[in-house]
Structure formats: C-alpha cells, structure tokens
C-alpha cells in the first residue's frame, strides 16, 4: 500500500498542508509526463500517513475513509502569465499585501513569520492592477530540489492575486505542468494573474520562469472564499 505524508513544517493555514505542496506531491503519483489536475476535498492533513490508491487514470488521497484530494491527467496545459524581469519582481513583492493583512501568516510558501519557507510575497507589478502580481523564487540550497516546491511557489501567488487580504480563501483545483525544477540559487520569477471571481469561487493563473526567461512552469486554479 502505497502512503503519503507531508510533514508538519509545510502548512498553508496552521493546521493544513500547504496546498501547492499537497497537489505536487499527489500528482507526482500520476502516471504522466503531461499537466495534473488535483482537487482537494479536505483540508490535507499534516504529520500523518495518508493511504494513495489508484482510481483510473489518476490517484485518489484517503484519510482513513475520507477522501482528501483526487489528482487525474489533465486535458490541457495552463495558458501562461506574461512574464516581469527579476527586478520588477523584487519592486512588486514590496507592495505584497501579506506584509499588513495576512490570512496565514505561517504559510511555508508566503508566511511572514516563517524564516525557512520560500518567501513568495507576491505584490502587484502596478499598484493600479492589484490582480497581476510577481514575487522573485530563489531556490535555497537547504531546501529539496523537490517539484512541489514549485507548485508550492505558484500556488501562493494564485492566492494573492485573488486578494487574499482581508478574507480567508484556500485551493479548492489546480492544473499544473512543471517542466523544470529551477537550480540552487537561480533568480526565477513567479507570476500570477486573477482571470475572474464568480460568487465565492475565484480562477486564477501562474507561471514561473528561470533566470533566462525560460518557462519553468504554469498552473491555473479555482480557490474557495471561505464563509
């Protein structure tokens, strides 16, 4: 029997998986080459063995009865953000609304109070645009060279570009395709853009790119505001 755990220092919200990293790690279990699309039914728990079993073309993620997430192939790839030069990065991620106003302040991903995390302070690249947003995503060589941390890093900057300031809304789906784990210490850039809201549902796109444009990878996501 085939199990996953994602240990307790990668949350999102304080008692939760981060939700890039958990849709990273299922979808590794997916038997493609092709994007993934992962839908999270609970909260991923933390610290714990979770039981993966096959289901078609795809996995499903079960705490002992409960269904956690599903991942399957996706039909088609994300289309990607438009890309900003590392310097517009670093200007964007000092007007990162997380700095003020944050729903999850411990996040592994974007968490201002986390010192071993990825940093993603993704803020917009014109003040006048809140829903187009960068963050620079610098790989540190204490931290795995794992493909869910890259998920991780567009999965946070979907978030803000939502405007995660002042409310509370966690991934509900996520489409990704990484075509490349970026190297210890490159300057890579993650973009996201907010396509639309529709009730409590908002749709958002990432990208990441390397130090020489290159696209690292995209996903699109739906995310949930929470009542």
């Given at each position: 029997m085939r199990t996953l755990l994602i240990p307790p220092s990668l949350n999102g919200p304080a008692d939760?998986?981060?939700?890039?990293?958990?849709?990273?790690?299922?979808?590794?279990?997916?038997?493609?080459?092709?994007?993934?699309?992962?839908?999270?039914?609970?909260?991923?728990p933390l610290g714990r063995e979770l039981i993966v079993q096959p289901a078609g073309s795809g996995?499903?993620?079960l705490d002992d009865d409960r269904l956690v997430a599903e991942a399957?192939?996706?039909d088609e790839q994300p289309e990607p953000v438009d890309p900003v030069d590392f310097e517009a990065a670093a200007e964007a991620a000092?007007?990162?609304?997380?700095?003020?106003?944050?729903?999850?302040?411990?996040?592994?991903?974007?968490?201002?109070?986390?010192?071993?995390?990825?940093?993603?302070?993704?803020?917009?690249?014109?003040p006048e645009e809140p829903n187009y947003v960068a963050t620079p995503f610098v790989p540190r060589p204490e931290l795995p060279?794992?493909?869910?941390?890259?998920?991780?890093?567009l999965d946070c900057a979907g978030g803000w570009s939502i405007g995660l300031a002042g409310r509370r809304a966690v991934l509900g789906r996520m489409t990704a395709l990484i075509r490349e784990v970026p190297?210890?210490?490159?300057?890579?850039?993650?973009v996201?853009?907010?396509?639309?809201?529709?009730?409590?549902?908002a749709y958002?796109?990432?990208?990441?790119?390397?130090?020489?444009?290159?696209?690292?990878?995209?996903?699109?996501?739906?995310?949930?505001?929470?009542?």
């Open positions: 939760s998986a981060n939700g890039g990293i958990a849709s990273g790690r299922l979808a590794a279990l997916v038997p493609t080459d092709g994007p993934v699309t992962v839908t999270l039914r609970l909260p991923p996995v499903r993620l399957v192939p996706a000092t007007r990162f609304a997380g700095f003020t106003d944050h729903p999850f302040p411990t996040c592994f991903g974007c968490g201002t109070e986390r010192t071993d995390g990825l940093a993603c302070y993704a803020g917009p690249v014109r060279r794992d493909p869910a941390l890259t998920w991780a890093a190297a210890v210490g490159e300057r890579c850039v993650v996201a853009r907010c396509d639309r809201w529709d009730g409590r549902k958002s796109r990432s990208s990441g790119y390397g130090e020489d444009g290159r696209l690292l990878g995209v996903t699109s996501a739906i995310w949930i505001e929470l009542r």
